[in-house]
C-alpha cells in the first residue's frame, strides 16, 4: 500500500485560500487515481474532487469552480488549490488513490474557514 501524507490545511477567513498537498514518497500515480474527500464534524465524508491517472479531473457541485486539483509526477504529489473559501468547506480533508490495486488513504489535514 502507498503512504499518503496530506498537508496545507489551517485556518482562513471566508474568500481566503488553501493549497492542499498528498505526497507519496516514491510513487508517481502513474497506476492509481486520487481522490479527496472531506470530513466535517458530526457528518459523513463526502467526495470532493479526484483526478485520474490521465489527468482528467472531476468536481462535487460544491465546489465546482473553486477548488483544482492537479498532479506533479515529478514531486509524487497531487495538489488542490482552494480558492474563495466559504465556512462551509472547513472540515479534516483526505487523500485517497483508486483503481486497481490501489485503495491508500492519508492521514488528513484539517482545513478551518471562519466567517
Known amino acids: 500500500q502507498v503512504q499518503l501524507v496530506e498537508s496545507g490545511g489551517g485556518t482562513v477567513q471566508a474568500g481566503g485560500s488553501l493549497n492542499l498537498s498528498c505526497k507519496a514518497p516514491?510513487?508517481?500515480?502513474?497506476?492509481?487515481?486520487v481522490e479527496w474527500y472531506r470530513q466535517a464534524a458530526g457528518n459523513q465524508r463526502e467526495w470532493v474532487s479526484s483526478?485520474?491517472?490521465?489527468?482528467?479531473?472531476s468536481y462535487a457541485d460544491s465546489v465546482e469552480g473553486r477548488l483544482t486539483v492537479s498532479k506533479d509526477k515529478a514531486k509524487d504529489t497531487v495538489y488542490l488549490q482552494m480558492n474563495s473559501l466559504k465556512p462551509e468547506d472547513t472540515g479534516m480533508y483526505f487523500c485517497?488513490?483508486?483503481?486497481?490495486?490501489?485503495?491508500?488513504w492519508g492521514q488528513g489535514t484539517q482545513v478551518t474557514v471562519s466567517s
Open positions: 516514491g510513487f508517481t500515480f502513474d497506476s492509481c487515481g
Open positions: 483526478i485520474n491517472t490521465a489527468g482528467v479531473t
Open positions: 485517497k488513490t483508486y483503481g486497481r490495486g490501489c485503495g491508500s
